[in-house]
């Protein structure tokens, strides 16, 4: 069974960093590229940030390059989003994701909130 769980999320003021953790199991890691997807109140998912399977490459969103730097330990399962320079307007609900062959799989996601 294919599960993510992300952890990390909190208050933090404008300007602050979190670090964003997910851990997986159920599949293959070091075979799948993995996201980020945030979702704020009232407003469609928006994806974030990519990185491959090998780590060779990652993409970002233009609301987040140069702030949010994505990356993954093969050695822990674990997929990293590291957030810096956080801004009111990044908060939401983070998620992972995966896609699996033909199913799509996401965690619970945890709560990110930027406020003074």
């Known amino acids: 069974e294919v599960q993510l769980v992300e952890s990390g999320g909190g208050m933090v003021q404008p300007g602050g960093s979190l670090r964003l953790s997910c851990a997986t199991s159920?599949?293959?890691?070091?075979?799948?590229?993995m996201n980020w997807v945030r979702q704020a109140p009232g407003k469609r998912p928006e994806w974030l940030s990519a990185i491959n399977s090998g780590a060779t490459e990652t993409l970002y969103a233009d609301s987040v390059k140069g702030r949010f730097t994505i990356s993954r330990d093969t050695a822990k399962n674990t997929v990293y989003l590291e957030m810096n320079n956080l801004k009111p307007e990044d908060t939401a609900v983070y998620y992972c994701?995966?896609?699996?062959?033909?199913?799509?799989?996401w965690g619970q996601g945890t709560q990110v909130t930027v406020s003074s």
């Open positions: 994701n995966v896609g699996v062959y033909e199913y799509d799989y």
């Open positions: 159920g599949f293959t890691f070091t075979d799948f590229d």
